[in-house]
């Protein structure tokens, strides 16, 4: 039986920040693959994923896929390079933490993890590099 989530939180940044992961897998994928997105409560957290079938991501390069504008060596797709500065910007401004779990040939899985009392951050603005949110 599936047991309800709920989780106090910024809905629009949450939802802007899946929305970026989400976006991510299926531009990403190739047409017809499976996309999955899911949530599940983990102690006082609430653990939000996104999985796809897509062609992983390189190790040299996953340290680095939450930096503005880092794109990675592939270069595959369209885009700024801030979708994913921006999950980790939303996620920070929660006190949650992302990362990633990728291997080359075997797509990606982008968790966030957030604490279910939605304490949030009360300096600065939860956009990329903005004060009060360490990009770092």
Do not use: M
Request: negative net charge; contains cysteine; hydrophobic residues 35%.
């Amino acid at each position: 039986p599936e047991i309800p989530v709920s989780l106090n939180c910024d809905r629009a940044r949450v939802e802007l920040a899946l929305g970026n992961l989400l976006n991510n897998a299926l531009k990403f994928s190739p047409c017809g693959s499976h996309v999955e997105i899911g949530a599940q409560a983990a102690g006082s957290r609430v653990r939000f994923w996104v999985q796809d079938d897509g062609p992983g991501i390189d190790a040299t390069d996953q340290p680095y896929i939450f930096e503005r504008f880092f794109r990675g060596q592939a270069e595959r797709a369209e885009g700024s390079g801030l979708g994913l500065a921006i999950v980790r910007s939303v996620t920070q401004a929660h006190n949650g933490n992302v990362w990633v779990e990728s291997e080359l040939e075997h797509g990606s899985r982008f968790v966030i993890e957030l604490p279910k009392d939605g304490t949030l951050q009360t300096t600065g603005s939860i956009e990329p590099d903005s004060p009060g949110i360490d990009s770092g």
